[in-house]
């Protein structure tokens, strides 16, 4: 039998806050929801009562875990500053021109490099990309992982037809699913399909980095990141958490995907990431019946871009039928079609990726947020 929003509520009267009182009512809990044996909610405090909560969230998650009917769950530990309250560490100032100063972040365990595939839009093919590169690192001989960062829209268990759940390791750790050699993590594998992720910025960034931190994610060569688009929290959130030995910018040719692909270089520069490279996808229609070239989103704007802006060009890849259905049914061409043309464009790309990662810095610091003199 599926738990209940009001047997969760009743399980969490055993959880008290740092002050003492249950946790329900303590004004701190969102919405719960539950259903089909998933669980999240989210505990908002004071930024200034982090720590003192962590212990809380745990003991909630496992109290949570440990329901009947319960086969997975995540509570997100959110911070929010009282509004007047002032900072407990104010912004390092710094003169105009002056490089950022930041501390050194923490890595993922027995994961050597981690690189994000991103795009300034949606729509434009990123997530189709990152599954095939990831492939194709895969093809070079790399073990190599996928994230989902996309929490509001998962694509990675349609595009890897992913059903199955992660297993949890010690009640505590999630255990990801292996597909096509690859080692893949999304929130999609813990929600339905059709369930509506209703989450502020805090809750977002608590998911992320409890799927980069409490998943067994092993040894890899390489973790493909898959951004959601555009230039917000979740991308910030990587930057400072994680550190990225480099940024893939995916964009079709036409000026409008052009405009916000340069604002997702502009974004990853700002942080001190490498742009590893622009990909330009759905770059040109091949007719199969006839073989006539059309193109429809225009073509080479990606290249142009990538000379203006200083950072390599990857390579083009066409809006073909092929990957499109591919993509849909869960099969991509790298692994399902190896020998065939499309597979080789990614690999092309993937191998000049690993060049790339080759003359990227490991040790980047974690960029902070300042006030321009």
Known sequence: MAVTKEQVLAALEGVVSPQGIPLPTTGTLSEVVAGDGKVFFSITVDAADVKDWEPVRKRAEEIVRALPGVRSALVALTAERKAGAPSARPPPQRAKGAPPRGESIQGVPGVDAIIAVASGKGGVGK??????????????????????????????????????????????????????????????????????????????????????????????????????PGTGDAQLTMA??????????????????????????????????????????????????????????????????????????????????TIREKSDAGLPVVATEPDGPHAQIYRDIAGKVREQLKGASAGRAAPKIVIEA
């Open 127 to 228: 997530s189709t990309t990152a599954v095939n590169l990831a492939l194709g690192l895969s093809a070079l001989g790399l073990k190599v992982g996928i994230l989902d960062a996309d929490i509001y829209g998962p694509s990675l268990p349609k595009l890897l037809a992913i059903t199955e759940r992660p297993q949890t390791i010690g009640g505590t750790r999630l255990k990801p699913i292996t597909r096509y050699g690859l080692t893949v993590m999304s929130i999609g594998f813990l929600i339905d399909e059709e369930t509506p992720m209703i989450w502020r910025g805090p809750m977002v960034i608590s998911a992320l980095t409890q799927m980069l931190r409490e998943v067994e994610w092993g040894t890899l060569d390489v973790m493909v990141v898959d951004m959601p």
């Open 240 to 321: 400072q958490q994680v550190p990225l030995r480099g940024a893939v910018i995916v964009s079709t040719p036409q000026d409008l995907a052009l405009i916000d692909a340069r604002r997702g270089v502009s974004m990853f520069k700002r942080v001190n990431v490498p742009v590893l490279g622009v990909v330009e996808n759905m770059s040109y229609f091949l007719c199969p019946h006839c073989g006539t070239r059309s193109d429809i989103f225009g073509h080479g704007g990606a290249r142009h871009e990538a000379q203006r802006l200083g950072v390599p060009f990857l390579g083009e890849i066409p809006l073909h039928m």
